[in-house]
């Protein structure tokens, strides 16, 4: 997909619009499929970007579905996955959520010890659960997105391990698997070995076992100069622990890893359109037609986009500070050089696939963005842009 391609979805279906480039989704399933055993399965995190056509997409590509809400499994169920392709990997809900799945017949995966002695006693060992462990390995890029740490509200801490086994034990719960995500954007691969040799440690106390779940961590670029997880090298350090494992105990166990941005992150591209070039006394702002209800990651993580001006590639480089029109601080970019800025011209957020739409919101009453999915050298709507009646769909008027 060019800039051009770009530049005419912008003309044709309007801006702010999510374009998604899903060729490129299928590109890194298959550095995945790539680098590890065949023994490897990967489920994508719904989350990042849960529309039907880029489920039903990434479905097709043969990987499987970590959802972390009992309408991301239905979702899923609906996209085709089959209900031993989707794990269920929720915080904080209750019992009957956690019921709910257990009818879809989804993989369950645990993660807190209040949540376990209820099931234990009601369901025993009549169907099979994970339990989400907190190694407290500090991973991930910023303490946001940092899931292991001693303060985090995730999993069940490896400190506990008697108390999860006293309640296995009495209630005769069916382990089936063990689950650890530490953290988002891990940049030493090295956090990976270390969270699989805990792993093995505690396999020793569930003889059901058959998986071991790494959640995600895998890292992609978002400016010059970053890095991407290198799936190869790791591929080949894991493939190589489970084989010696295996060697040393005669246990075999499949592994799991959940990556959410590796796939979709990329294919994403946000374009806006520049409304207003703002001189003030130290700064030139461009203020777009968008805000962080459509893009939150800058305000709320410090996340950094790459922005180019598409409708004007050749102009003089200037530094701007890019902002949206939410009333509030809105800033998407402080001082980049961007090729100069005209009102009008049309601006790309680039990597805006993961957590973009997704955790959009009608802050300031505006609505929500279209998303256009680009396949085949074909630009398709495959969500419409919110219109006014929609903020007021649910409301109901008693004055
Ligand atoms: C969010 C999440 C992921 C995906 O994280 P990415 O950084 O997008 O790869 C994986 N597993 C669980 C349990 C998650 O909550």
Redesign the pocket.
Known sequence: MTNQDLLKIADEFGTPVYVYDVESIKVQYEKLTGSFSKNTRFFY?A??LTNINILKYIEKQGANL?C?SINEVKLGLKAGFSSDRILF?PNCVDITEIEEAMAFNVHINIDNISILEQFGNKHGGNYPIFIRINPHIFAGGNYKISTGHIDSKFGISIHQMRHIERIVKSTNINVEGLHM?TG??IKDPDVFLQGLEIMFELADHFPNLKYLDM??G?KVPFQDGDLETDVKSLGKKVDKAMKDYTKETGKEFQLWF?????LVSQSGHFLVKSNVIKQTTATVFVGVNSGFNHLIRPMFYDAYHKIENLSNPKGPERIYTVVGNICETDTFAWDRKLHEVREGDVLVFRNAG?YGFEMSSNFNSRLKPAEVMFLDGKATLIRKREEFEDLLKNQIEVL
Do not use: I, M, N, W
């Open positions: 995190a989350k990042a970590d972390v990997t995500h988002s954007e959640g995600s895998f959940e990556p959410g941005k590796y993961a």
